[in-house]
């Protein structure tokens, strides 16, 4: 792989494009139905389970941010973090590429602490944990999806871990000493040897809650497989949804949904339909970021006020 191609895998319009033409693929094979049934099929119970669950995978993901942002002199206590996580999501889920809201989270961090270089590391630090859990949980739930569909999914890890291993190599010495030096400095911190069993349990519960919601999204799709099959089918879903070739968080969510539940003899319609319940109830799961988005410490002025300087 050499520069040029790393740098057009990089562009936000590269990978906007790329969601794009998941989601233009899917509808030319199989229509607009599937994705119309998947928000009819989107109820209140789903609605309500995601908002819940969200709240909790949220504190876990924040929680596990602080703890990375701590070892690199940059920290940032679970409160904050629960408050700037939430807005990270709701950018993410709102806006073209799907990284956006983790981006303006580093910045935002970076900038508040004098350390821009370390404020965006420690989200990088941080979703990445996050990814290398999430494949981990993928592919110890091989063994409990569907006999048709394991092999295809073997393949399919093992060609992320290609990936990763090339991505590995084209990284610059430079940077790959500056991430050998986050590590010493994660692990010099008090209580260091504790920091990433830590960030392990959190990113687990965080995989979890977000497997749940997948759950109740096909229950709600009318889905009735055991709930092994369908907690692996998520586990899966979700780490392949993490690809940043999105709009908004729509694409390789819905491509691999109508993949998977066609291998398992469950139709690929189906698993649009999925996908657009879990997208959905997800992006509304979001929504209590808004409030984050006000000032903190700034009232709405009265009406009167606004006359009167209007």
């Known amino acids: 792989m050499n520069a040029g191609a790393v740098d057009l895998l990089a562009s936000p319009w590269a990978r906007l494009l790329g969601g794009a033409a998941i989601l233009a693929v899917l509808v030319v094979q199989l229509g607009a139905d599937p994705f119309v049934d998947g928000v009819r ?4 119970t789903a609605i309500l389970v995601a908002l819940v669950v969200t709240a909790g995978t949220t504190w876990c993901c924040a929680w596990r941010w602080s703890l990375l942002s701590k070892g690199l002199d940059v920290a940032v ?3 904050t973090a629960y408050r700037l996580y939430y807005r990270s999501q709701l950018l993410n889920a709102t806006l073209p590429g799907g990284v956006l809201g983790d981006l303006h989270r580093g910045l935002d961090h970076g900038r508040t602490t004098g350390a821009l270089g370390r404020g965006l590391r420690s989200v990088v630090w ?3 944990a996050g990814q290398v859990v999430q494949a981990g949980l993928a592919a110890a739930a091989v063994l409990l999806l569907p006999a048709a569909v394991r092999a295809d999914v073997g393949w399919l890890l093992l060609a992320v871990l290609g990936v990763v291993l090339v991505a590995a190599v084209v990284v610059p010495p430079r940077v790959r000493r500056v991430l050998a030096a986050d590590l010493r400095a994660v692990h010099g911190v008090r209580g260091g040897w504790r920091v990433w069993p830590r960030v392990v349990l959190a990113s687990v519960l965080a995989a979890l809650g977000h497997a749940v919601v997948f759950v109740v999204a ?7 497989i055991s709930l092994a099959h369908l907690v692996a089918l998520a586990l899966v879903v979700l780490l392949v949804s993490a690809l940043p070739l999105n709009v908004a968080g729509w694409g390789p969510r819905e491509g691999a949904t109508a993949w998977l539940f066609a291998a398992a003899g469950l139709g690929a319609a189906t698993g649009i ?3 657009v319940v879990y997208g959905v109830v997800s992006l509304l799961a979001t929504l209590p970021g808004l409030l984050t988005l006000v000032p903190r410490g700034v009232r709405a002025p009265e009406p009167a006020e606004v006359v009167a300087h209007g």
């Open 41 to 44: 099929h989107t109820d209140a």
């Open 77 to 79: 206590p679970v409160r």
């Open 126 to 128: 941080d979703r990445a």
């Open 218 to 224: 096909a229950r709600s799709a009318g889905v009735t």
């Open 273 to 275: 339909s999925v996908a």
